[in-house]
């Protein structure tokens, strides 16, 4: 586990000081069948877009609220890492994006039988968004009906 003391003291003031969101309860929904009969969506924040898809906006004030679908059967050498924070190593997303958006390995998992299947479609959304309202109230209403359409069971969500 990392600790602030590995972040450059900008980035050490920003965590200290930032007010962080909370959830209470926490949105929480146990599985009703076993993962091996689940369809799985893998979301995840590390700003990942497909080489035809336009990039994130870095210069959206707030973080930029929308999302980039990439389908099931993309080709990991198309997929590019646009997350906007600094403060941290971007090399190792960018030379092998599993790091941050394992399609391959659910795609392992789903061929030895430990998951059921995996949707068409999976989402990327751009990390450090430090003001989240406008992806909570505009973007997630319109992403999770669709989900729901798909027959999404559980999402694995990995945030950077």
Not at 41 to 63: E, N
Not at 115 to 133: C, D, E, F, Q, V
């Amino acid at each position: 586990m990392g600790d602030l003391s590995e972040f450059p003291f900008k980035y050490r003031l920003f965590l200290k000081t930032y007010r962080w969101r909370r959830i209470d309860p926490v949105p929480w929904s146990p599985l009703k069948k076993p993962l091996d009969e689940c369809r799985l969506v893998l979301v995840s924040s590390a700003g990942i877009v497909a080489s035809h898809q336009k990039p994130f906006d870095r210069t959206i004030r707030g973080g930029d609220p929308s999302t980039r679908e990439i389908p099931l059967d993309v080709d990991m050498a198309t997929l590019m890492e646009t997350h906007r924070s600094k403060a941290f190593d971007h090399r190792g997303i960018r030379q092998d994006p599993n790091l941050a958006f394992p399609i391959d390995r659910l795609r392992e998992l789903t061929e030895v039988g430990r998951i059921g299947s995996l949707n068409h479609r999976h989402l990327s959304l751009m990390g450090s968004i430090t003001a989240p309202g406008r992806l909570i109230k505009k973007t997630m209403p319109l992403v999770v009906p669709q989900l729901v359409s798909d027959g999404v069971d559980i999402a694995l969500l990995i945030p950077v």
